[in-house]
């Protein structure tokens, strides 16, 4: 009889294990594909740090603008977003795409890792990328810059939706990446969608299997259902 995996989960870092381990994010897209929320996997241009790179958690989503200034007291409301990370939490930043703004580095990596965030991904440039690679802290971003963001960029809110990669980000929300790219799961949905990933993990795994012993496209397709 074929393993059937745990469908139920004590806290959210027990389920967040729990996908690492056995989910990704393409099977979570077909997923949230069938519950009808087909807009969910932000903008190719994010790509993870590392190709291996694995992130979920809890989005604590940031809003990031640019700015044309020095402030007098700079990073005020970037600190507190860092500070007010949860243990789960991912932090998911807009920066409106901007090509100006350096939003993320090593320091601040290493703030959220303390705080107990499983990673961040930013709609926008980092830096410190040695660093951040070599304390393996899990990062998508949609480029690289060496400058600060000091009269650059300046967080203008957090813990609050957003929209990121031209998807909507509400507080809360699960965030998967891997090497395909980034789904956030609407949290009203979250145990459908997931209960349904691990569903198709299974059926592809039988659809693999029956592939491999050299059935055709058509017939597993005709029997499981799955491409």
């Not at 690492?20 to 393409?26: G, H, K, R, T, V």
């Not at 979920?56 to 977003?81: F, K, N, S, T």
């Not at 000091?150 to 891997?178: K, L």
């Not at 997931?194 to 055709?216: D, H, I, M, P, S």
Request: hydrophobic share 40%; aromatic share 6%.
């Amino acid at each position: 009889m074929e393993h059937e995996e745990n469908m139920e989960w004590e806290n959210d870092t027990e389920l967040f294990n729990m996908m690492e381990e056995q989910l990704y994010a393409a099977v979570i897209s077909d997923a949230l594909d069938a519950a009808g929320f087909r807009e969910q996997a932000l903008k190719h241009t994010i790509r993870p740090l590392l190709p291996e790179t694995v992130v979920v958690g809890r989005a604590m989503p940031v809003l990031c603008l640019e700015v044309y200034e020095i402030p007098d007291e700079p990073y005020q409301q970037e600190i507190a977003a860092v500070d007010n990370l949860k243990q789960d939490d991912v932090l998911i930043c807009s920066t409106n795409e901007s090509t100006r703004i350096c939003f993320w580095g090593e320091l601040l990596s290493t703030a959220a890792r303390a705080r107990g965030a499983r990673g961040a991904v930013i709609e926008g440039f980092i830096r410190d990328v040695r660093k951040i690679i070599g304390m393996r802290f899990p990062i998508f971003t949609t480029g690289i810059s060496p400058v600060d963001s000091n009269g650059r960029g300046e967080v203008v809110a957090y813990n609050v939706p957003i929209e990121c990669g031209g998807v909507t980000v509400n507080p809360g929300d699960i965030v998967f990446g891997d090497a395909d790219g980034v789904v956030v799961i609407p949290q009203n949905v979250e145990k459908v969608v997931v209960e349904a990933a691990l569903e198709k993990v299974r059926g592809e795994n039988r659809t693999r299997n029956a592939l491999r012993e050299g059935a055709t496209l058509r017939e597993v397709f005709d029997k499981y259902g799955i491409l």
